[in-house]
């Protein structure tokens, strides 16, 4: 157990809908990372969060967008879903010995499916 | 190109020796890592090496760093059917937004160990 929280753990929804996913860290850690894995594109890191300020960007798509609350806790929202949004995506946290050697600890992902 | 590339799939035998190589990009990365994923799990840190080593050793698994070609390799001595899993290399790059260093990954090489 890694000690990051992923929910939900699996979503099936329609194109156009919009989803939420949700993501505790590790107990004490400021970092929350997003990642996109899809067999196609590999892991693909979309947005990076530090004590709920936005850090850094990846390919992440106009209609995503993410926050990370005062409780450290971060969301992912997914909007105008298409075909090609279905993945898994990760959360992974970090503490400050993670920023200098970049160590991730992983949640358990949420596996989303447009039809 | 691929910032990390590795070869996707690999099969071995039980009992013999696994290598899974990778080549990264930015030669200024300060360490290199190895994560594994098993099935319907997120990624987990495996080991990492230093920029300045050459080697480590860790039980079964030795990791060994060529600078001079950006080359890492993970070898597992005998290999076990609990192996089987996927293997990601990762080094830590600038985010394409700027801001962060974030740690970015290969797309993984499924290790199948066969009985």
Request: hydrophobic residues 30%.
């Amino acid at each position: 157990d890694s000690g990051v929280t992923q929910t939900p753990k699996h979503l099936i929804t329609a194109t156009g809908q919009r989803v939420t996913l949700r993501c505790s860290p590790r107990s004490g850690d400021l970092s929350v990372y997003w990642y996109q894995q899809s067999l196609d594109q590999g892991l693909q890191f979309l947005i990076h969060y530090y004590n709920g300020e936005e850090r850094a960007k990846g390919n992440i798509l106009e209609r995503f967008s993410a926050q990370q609350f005062p409780d450290l806790h971060s969301e992912l929202n997914l909007s105008s879903l298409e075909l090609g949004d279905s993945a898994l995506y990760f959360c992974a946290s970090s503490g400050i010995r993670g920023v200098n050697t970049g160590e991730l600890f992983f949640g358990e992902g949420s596996r989303l499916t447009v039809l | 190109g691929e910032d990390v590339e590795q070869s996707l799939f690999l099969s071995v035998r039980e009992g013999d020796s696994s290598v899974i190589n990778c080549t990264y990009t930015d030669s200024s990365s300060t360490y290199l890592y190895w994560y594994k994923q098993e099935p319907g799990a997120g990624l987990q840190l495996l080991t990492y090496i230093f920029s300045n080593m050459d080697m480590k050793q860790d039980q079964r698994l030795t990791v060994l760093l060529n600078k001079k070609d950006k080359h890492l390799s993970l070898r597992i001595a005998d290999t076990q059917t609990g192996d089987s899993a996927i293997y990601f290399c990762a080094e830590t790059l600038p985010a394409p937004s700027g801001g962060s260093y974030i740690p970015t990954f290969g797309r993984g090489t499924s290790l199948i160990v066969h009985p």
